[in-house]
């Protein structure tokens, strides 16, 4: 389904602000990402997360097709087990996990935080707008919504439409 004319704005390019400009951008959704850093590699994101099976079907149905094939090149194998130990490094616990392959579909996706942002920003360079930092928002009388930023700019975006009697 298209939706030309419908404005977006999104406050936030981590990740589920980007994932959502991408899905948004692929159905023509004008969409635009402001973010707080001043760039993308601004701070760290953290060492690592695994996407379950649920996360990657909905990364599969957000991103176009290259850049989700791009993800699966990116991530790790997938855990085969975990290991608890003590104090002294002694093992209390091993549990050894269902092996799968990264390219099964429900298969988790174990993927640098760093990395899957990266991906995320793919062709989103003429929509993200870096060091904007978000101060407040306001509908107008119009049924829009106006985002204010720190650096007195604003941007505005399509408010809830009330449907027809």
């Known amino acids: 389904m298209r939706h030309k004319g419908l404005r ?6 981590g990740t589920g602000g980007l994932c959502l400009a991408q899905g948004l951008k ?5 969409v635009e990402v402001f973010e707080r850093d001043h760039t993308p590699t601004d701070r760290l994101q953290g060492y690592r ?3 379950n ?3 990657r079907r909905a990364l599969k149905a957000c991103l176009p097709q290259g850049l989700f094939a791009k993800l699966i090149a990116n991530s790790a194998k997938p855990s085969e087990g975990v290991t608890f130990l003590d104090h002294r490094l002694n093992r209390l616990l091993a549990i050894d996990l269902q092996h799968r392959d ?3 579909a429900d298969s988790e996706l ?6 899957l942002r990266g991906i995320l920003s793919e062709g989103l360079n003429d929509i993200i707008h870096y060091g904007k930092r978000f101060v407040a928002f306001e509908n107008d009388p119009q049924g829009d919504v106006n985002a204010r930023f720190e650096d007195g700019s604003t941007t505005t975006g399509d ?3 009330r ?3």
């Open 26 to 30: 692929q159905d023509d959704v004008e």
């Open 110 to 115: 174990p993927v640098s935080r760093t990395a």
């Open 49 to 51: 997360l695994s996407i």
């Open 8 to 13: 977006v704005r999104i406050i936030g390019a």
């Open 102 to 104: 990264a390219e099964e």
């Open 159 to 161: 408010g809830p439409r």
């Open 53 to 55: 099976g649920t996360g």
């Open 163 to 165: 449907s027809a009697p």
